[in-house]
DNA sequence: ATATTGTGAGCGAACATTCACACACATATA
DNA sequence: TATATGTGTGTGAATGTTCGCTCACAATAT
């Protein structure tokens, strides 16, 4: 987010904000500078294509996954409680921007460019990377118990948390993230422990 | 699919064919008429909107899990054997239709249609309960651990498969979805099991 | 001969993008 | 200090394309 300007961060919010009201197809140039207050050609002038304003979304959540990460790693040494905290942190965040979880986890959004897609794909790896470690981890503290897999075992634990997101935001944000996740992470962290 | 006529059936899976593609914005009623054979106008012969066309695409959704569970229930009436059965056949089906897994799964498709994202919410539950009271079977046998909560083994369960073929779609199928899937239901059953 | 299915032209609306132009403000030059 | 030039940001009109959909008419099938 550095390498964006105050009016480029103001647009890329407002685009999250669209596409999280009704999807992609909400999000046209159109509607968007009306959001911000301009006219349609005025957003031309920070950026050069729709598609880089997408780009940016990406970036977004790119950063935001990597300060959660880091919070993460700074708060406790113990694998376990790392990982709880990551699922609790990321609960958190999507309760205040719900707009962002919105968007995050619909990968589809991206597909018709390769731009875009290789970018998704990226994030996804380095995220699915970072938990992997971390239950790794936790293997070698004889935390997590051993005789499954750490590439499966971060494997269920993104997909539930993934999943929770999805429903909450089909829900309509009707229920408590922050408190469903909770239990799913507890049910997760049973399954798992040593 | 009984209510459909033959053509109507041929519109549905060109349509998830598209789809499957590079998203629903491949889907256009230009694109679909071309891949039939016929002109633009001669498929408002067959569906009187657009709209009609998804509902369709949701209605072999909705049989096929059917059909899927049927078959599974019918095979054994161990539980846990229920399970693995459902986990299976998916696969085994998503592998031979790649073009329905594209879509089955990604529900913002529909998400700008009220008509849509409510049959998608439907067919969703109706399925989540399925496994849910699986689960449970397979705690009354004491084949399933009692201590976590029949919903949360079910969600767990559903997010996994979910993912797999997420991102086995989003590598473009480049891997054995019949096989990474029958490592990863290994690993959930032996977290599950008693 | 009646019902079904397909054709071709065309409609208005929405879309992303481009263009000439305007105005405020900062910086450089005389 | 006064003037000139550059930069950032906005406006309004216009472009070409694509979209879903309609309609009068024609071919085909039962």
Redesign the pocket.
């Known amino acids: 987010m550095k390498n964006y300007?105050?009016?480029q961060k103001e647009i890329i919010l407002a685009a999250i904000d669209l596409i999280a009201k009704n999807g992609i197809?909400e999000?046209?140039?159109?509607?968007l500078?009306q959001k911000?207050?301009?006219?349609?050609?005025?957003?031309?002038?920070?950026f050069?294509?729709?598609?880089d304003i997408l780009l940016g979304i990406l970036a977004v959540f790119r950063e935001n996954k990597e300060a959660i990460l880091q919070a993460v790693q700074a708060e406790s040494d113990v694998p376990l409680e790392q990982l709880r905290a990551l699922f609790i942190k990321r609960f958190k965040y999507f309760s205040e921007h719900p707009a962002v979880a919105s968007v995050i986890f619909a990968e589809d959004l991206f597909r018709n460019d390769s731009r875009l897609s290789q970018m998704v794909y990226e994030i996804m790896k380095t995220n699915q990377a970072a938990i992997i470690h971390l239950v790794e981890n936790g293997q070698k503290r004889d935390d997590i118990r051993k005789d499954l897999p750490a590439t499966q075992i971060a494997f269920i634990l993104a997909s539930a948390l993934r999943l929770i997101v999805t429903q909450w935001r089909l829900a309509e944000y009707r229920f408590d993230l922050n408190e469903e996740g909770k239990k799913i992470w507890e049910t997760l962290e049973r399954m798992v422990k040593n």
């Open positions: 300007t105050k009016r197809q999000l046209t140039i159109k509607k500078s911000i207050g301009v006219v349609e050609s005025a957003l031309y002038r920070h050069p294509k729709k598609q």
